[in-house]
Structure formats: structure tokens, C-alpha cells
Nanobody, 123 residues
């Protein structure tokens, strides 16, 4: 059974940066596509980006392109979400997700989910 644990969230001022981490355990990390999603209060969970098994391919939602970067360290079984130039509208609970298939952008694609970490961006 795959387990995912996010960390690194917190309160940051607009324009600031945060790096989220997601620790993976229970299976072979390098065999899983890893995705990041977020959910703001009263809104549906939305795709932020994903990264392929080996880290060579990434996909991002339009609203984070150029500001967020996803990376992974297969030796450490960890995926990262580096967030720069944060805006108040980036405030949300951020979730990492895993699936053994090739990348997908929908919530329904991913089999495993973490518990989420809160990111709050103040203006």
C-alpha cells in the first residue's frame, strides 16, 4: 500500500516562495507518476502539475506555469513542488498523488493521495 506524506506548507507573504515535499513509501517510487493538486475553500480540487516516473517529463496547469516547478528524487522517494511568486489566490490545501500509470491531470486518475498541507499566502 502506497503512503504519501506532504510537508512544507505554511504562511507566506505574496511574492514569496515555498517548497513542498511529499514522501512516498510502500512501493517502488520510480514506477509511479506523481501529481500535485490543490483545493481552496469552497472549490473543487484542481490539477497543479505532474512528473513522470523518471522525472524527465512535467506538465503544469496554465495558472502555475513559470512560477511552480515539480521535481523528484528517486533515491529519496520524494517529490517536490517549488512555488515562487506566490499569490493570495494560491492559498489552498496542496495534495500529492501517485499512480502507476502514465501521467494524468484529473483527480480520478490518481489512485493514492496524501493528507494535504495548507499553504496560505497573505497579501
Amino acid at each position: 500500500q502506497v503512503q504519501l506524506v506532504e510537508s512544507g506548507g505554511g504562511l507566506v507573504q505574496a511574492g514569496g516562495s515555498l517548497r513542498l515535499s511529499c514522501a512516498f513509501s510502500g512501493r517502488t517510487f520510480s514506477s509511479y507518476t506523481m501529481g500535485w493538486f490543490r483545493q481552496a475553500p469552497g472549490k473543487e480540487r484542481e490539477f497543479v502539475g505532474d512528473i513522470s516516473w523518471g522525472g524527465g517529463y512535467t506538465t503544469y496547469a496554465d495558472f502555475v506555469k513559470g512560477r511552480f516547478t515539480i521535481s523528484r528524487d528517486n533515491a529519496k522517494n520524494t517529490v517536490y513542488l517549488r512555488m515562487n511568486s506566490l499569490k493570495p489566490e494560491d492559498t489552498a490545501v496542496y495534495y500529492c498523488a501517485a499512480d502507476a500509470r502514465r501521467g494524468g491531470t484529473s483527480v480520478n486518475f490518481y489512485e493514492y493521495w496524501g493528507q494535504g498541507t495548507q499553504v496560505t499566502v497573505s497579501s
